[in-house]
T-cell receptor, first 112, second 114 residues
């Protein structure tokens, strides 16, 4: 079946790196996504990775994809208080019509 | 470039009532998807509209219905509201000509059913 799983909570110190992990089930997913949701707001696309890539870097963000283990991670370097939010991993399953399957989200708390 | 806008932002209804939520898609986008996000959970796909027709549906009952208009804006209708329908309803627009599948979300309509 279709399922995306994430750990629910992560707490880091300002300036440290954050690593948010995700596992997914559909090995045929073409793209995998990371979205950010701040309190009371909609979802903002942070980055995505094509399934034939192992890594993608975009400024402070690094996405790692392990297709064999169906594992996706998002690393945020030099984490700031403004990074405090909920981060969602998402996949589009085979024949998904751009239907995103989201995980439950990881709440990132950044403390001084 | 105009982003995705949704209305109303908040509303309160009682069980059994009906609700209509509205969404204007981002300029240049021809596809609209609706998601339900219950408190503490990730968004769940309700359905998608393309060229004014439903183009994919999630595991939601028929009392959830929608429309897409020629200008690509969309409505989500929910009949016979239940307490569990309380959630943030998110609209997302995209362009089928874009092969990355990126969705652009509005800020949502928060529905409370009493």
């Amino acid at each position: 079946g279709e399922d995306v799983e994430q750990s629910l909570f992560l707490s880091v110190r300002e300036g440290d790196s954050s690593v948010i992990n995700c596992t997914y089930t559909d090995s045929s997913s073409t793209y995998l996504y990371w979205y950010k949701q701040e309190p009371g707001a909609g979802l903002q696309l942070l980055t995505y990775i094509f399934s034939n890539m192992d890594m993608k870097q975009d400024q402070r963000l690094t996405v790692l994809l392990n297709k064999k283990d169906k594992h996706l991670s998002l690393r945020i370097a030099d984490t700031q208080t403004g990074d405090s939010a909920i981060y969602f991993c998402a996949e589009i399953p085979t024949g998904g019509y751009n239907k995103l399957i989201f995980g439950a989200g990881t709440r990132l708390a950044v403390h001084p | 470039e105009t982003g995705v806008t949704q209305s109303p932002t908040h509303l309160i209804k009682t069980r059994g009532q009906q609700v209509t939520l509205r969404c204007s898609s981002q300029s240049g986008h021809n596809t609209v998807s609706w998601y339900q996000q219950a408190l503490g959970q990730g968004p769940q796909f309700i359905f998608q509209y393309y060229r004014e027709e439903e183009n994919g549906r999630g595991n939601f009952p028929p009392r959830f219905s929608g429309l897409q208009f020629p200008n690509y804006s969309s409505e989500l209708n929910v009949n016979a509201l239940e307490l569990d329908d309380s959630a943030l309803y998110l609209c997302a627009s995209s362009n089928t000509g874009q092969n990355t599948g990126e969705l652009f979300f509005g800020e949502g309509s928060r529905l409370t059913v009493l």
